[in-house]
């Protein structure tokens, strides 16, 4: 049974970080790309960053270039989300996703409609 299981979120102040780890269970994450993902109310699900299977190439939206990086651990089964800078409008609940290579396109690495597993998701509250 494929299932990817997100954890790390929490209340932070603005200028903080967080580490989220998705952890991966029932597949073989190394042939897997990995998405982040998140969601504000009254938002459409956002992709903020993926990491490809193969060569680990890293992929990042405006919003979050230069504060976020990714990284995967494939013996560990699992994929980390390194938020640093944090603002407020970080807030949001934060998902982690999954899609075989092999089914993977590059015009659809940051679009939710490009994966086929998801977790249950992990709140981020960036606040003072």
């Known amino acids: 049974q494929v299932q990817l299981v997100e954890s790390g979120g929490g209340l932070v102040q603005p200028g903080g970080s967080l580490r989220l780890s998705c952890t991966a269970s029932g597949f073989a994450l190394e042939y897997y790309v990995i998405g982040w993902f998140r969601q504000a109310p009254g938002k459409e699900r956002e992709g903020i960053s993926c990491?490809?299977?193969?060569?680990?190439?890293?992929y990042f939206a405006d919003s979050v270039k230069g504060r976020f990086t990714i990284s995967r651990d494939n013996a560990k089964k699992t994929v980390y989300l390194q938020m640093n800078s944090l603002k407020p409008e970080d807030t949001a609940v934060y998902y982690c996703?999954?899609?075989?290579?092999?089914?993977?396109?590059?015009?659809?690495?940051?679009?939710?409609?490009?994966?086929?597993?998801w977790g249950q998701g992990t709140q981020v509250t960036v606040s003072s």
């Open positions: 990491i490809t299977a193969v060569d680990g190439t890293t």
């Open positions: 996703a999954a899609v075989h290579s092999y089914s993977a396109r590059a015009s659809q690495l940051l679009l939710p409609g490009g994966y086929d597993y």
